[in-house]
């Protein structure tokens, strides 16, 4: 089984930057789609970004500000989020399928059958 590893959250001000990572672990191979979420303070959990096979998709108000990617080398997968503001403060979890999906199917958190604890980002000044 795969298991889904998150690092880099913690206490940022407004404007920098943030790069979070994902490692899986429990097979030898990336699992087919890799993807974010995030569940803010009182809200359900959202779509952030995914990759599958190559492509990347993106929530669309943070597509301008978000990139996504992996390093199958070494199973992981990263989130790098610039101009952090107060709103993207919320759990962010990794997760991941066996599969492929598409701009608008990767965006359906029921795809995902392994998912990471989450790891916190705070953003205050």
């Known amino acids: 089984q795969v298991h889904l590893e998150e690092s880099g959250g913690g206490l940022v001000q407004p404007g920098d930057s943030l790069t979070l990572s994902c490692a899986a672990s429990?097979?030898?191979?990336?699992?087919?789609?890799l993807a974010w979420f995030r569940q803010p303070p009182g809200k359900e959990r959202e779509f952030v970004a995914a990759?599958?096979?190559?492509?990347?998709f993106y929530k669309d108000s943070m597509k301008d500000r978000v990139a996504i990617s992996r390093e199958n080398a070494r199973n992981t997968v990263a989130l790098q989020i610039n101009n952090l503001t107060p709103e993207d403060t919320a759990i962010y979890y990794c997760?991941?399928?066996?599969?492929?999906?598409?701009?608008?199917?990767?965006?359906?958190?029921?795809?995902?059958?392994?998912w990471g604890q989450g790891t916190q980002i705070t953003v205050s000044s």
């Open positions: 429990g097979r030898t191979s990336s699992p087919s789609t």
């Open positions: 997760a991941a399928f066996e599969g492929y999906c598409t701009a608008i199917s990767c965006r359906d958190r029921r795809l995902y059958n392994r």
């Open positions: 990759i599958s096979r190559s492509s990347a």
